[in-house]
């Protein structure tokens, strides 16, 4: 998605040489700090390799950014939600931060928090992340960043997480995967009712699935809260289906979503880790404002409410008490949607090998 530049504030890099310290703040919760990784990784990609990247975030999402081979350096302001405590750290952390003498700050977050360091920092280029526009998360941070001076893309080629591949693997056998089936991703993980899509729809959609890919098993994973909804599927599904809620960490599920053939999800932080991984998603949002939280790419199907007179509602019980938006998708339906994704994208894999091919062959 292309949009045209809001006004955003900032302050251009000027100089001819590239900065030696970029640091990018951060501080949201795990499926907002994760949005911005593709385009952080974009940034890394066209710096230099002498240059530095480093990240400013919150103490409860930092396992993700310290895990994967993108920052040099993360630092993690503690204190919980309490937002005094949040303040009071982040003066004990700026004197660490004034001593990288940063060349330009990258405020993500625009919050008094965020402002403070980067003000206390004085780089000699900023921007700051819009966040009133009626338009996706990962087109402000994109924004943001060439607000700065640096012309920028999603990177949703993957990330290098420091994890070994056996670790994840042994996760997944230990828990019932043959190792030879695909496996297809199911997030029932949305925050209230009015972002729940029916689970007898999942278990429906699983077993049409199955009819028509026999060799696929199916993975849920979180947290307890969707402890009932998984075993729910397990009952269903059987050896079909492998339960790691509760067994796996955020960069484990992080490194995990890298072996995914396909993402079913609703409006959850798995779903923008799987999106911004490059993995195949559709995602379902009930009454959540998609303007904002959107997943971006040719790899991803958006099903929203915003058809509806009622949609992007908000809300946490629906006002008319059927979740309309949600239980007008019939798992038949999504299934149509999922295989045409799936066509697609390997449809523009292979036109892109042959035009590789005809390129090569006339070297």
Not at 217 to 225: L, N, Y
Request: net charge positive.
């Amino acid at each position: 998605m292309q949009t045209s530049l809001p006004n955003i504030p900032a302050r251009k890099w000027r100089k001819n040489t590239a900065p030696r310290r970029v640091l990018a703040i951060r501080l949201q919760a795990t499926g907002d700090l994760v949005i911005t990784l593709p385009y952080l990784q974009n940034l890394r990609n066209t710096l230099p390799a002498s240059a530095e990247l480093d990240l400013v975030t919150r103490e409860e999402v930092e396992s993700i950014p310290k895990n994967i081979e993108l920052f040099d350096h993360v630092y993690s302001i503690g204190g919980g939600r309490n937002w005094k405590k949040q303040f009071l750290l982040t003066c004990f952390l700026l004197p660490e931060l004034l001593l990288r003498r940063y060349d330009v700050v990258i405020d993500l977050q625009n919050n008094i928090i965020s402002k403070t360091i980067r003000k206390a920092l004085m780089p000699e280029a900023w921007s700051e992340f819009d966040r009133f526009s009626p338009i996706a998360a990962g087109e402000c941070t994109r924004l943001a960043i060439e607000a700065t001076g640096f012309k920028n893309r999603a990177d949703t080629s993957g990330f290098k997480v420091k994890i070994s591949d056996s670790e994840i693997t042994g996760i997944l056998k230990q828990n019932g995967c043959d190792g030879k089936s695909k496996l297809v991703l199911l997030n029932p993980a949305g925050a209230f009712k009015t972002r729940h899509w029916p689970i007898e729809y999942y278990a429906e959609f699983c077993r049409i699935w199955i009819e028509n890919f026999p060799q696929t098993q199916f993975i849920v994973m979180g947290t307890d809260f969707i402890a009932s909804k998984a075993d729910y599927l397990k009952e269903k599904l059987s050896h079909k289906l492998i339960t790691l809620v509760g067994k796996t960490t955020p960069v484990q599920a992080f490194a995990l979503l890298q072996k995914i053939q396909l993402v079913i999800s609703e409006d959850s932080g798995l779903m923008h880790m799987a999106w911004v991984s490059g993995i195949p998603t559709l995602a379902m949002f009930g009454s959540t404002r998609c303007d904002r939280a959107t997943p971006l790419g040719e790899h991803s199907i958006l099903l929203s409410s915003s058809d509806l007179p009622c949609g992007n509602c908000m809300l946490e019980e629906c006002r008319f008490g059927d979740n309309h938006c949600m239980t007008r998708y019939s798992p038949q339906f999504v299934f149509e949607k999922a295989v045409s994704l799936l066509a697609s994208l390997q449809s523009k894999i292979l036109s892109h090998a042959k035009h590789a091919e005809v390129i090569s062959n006339n070297e």
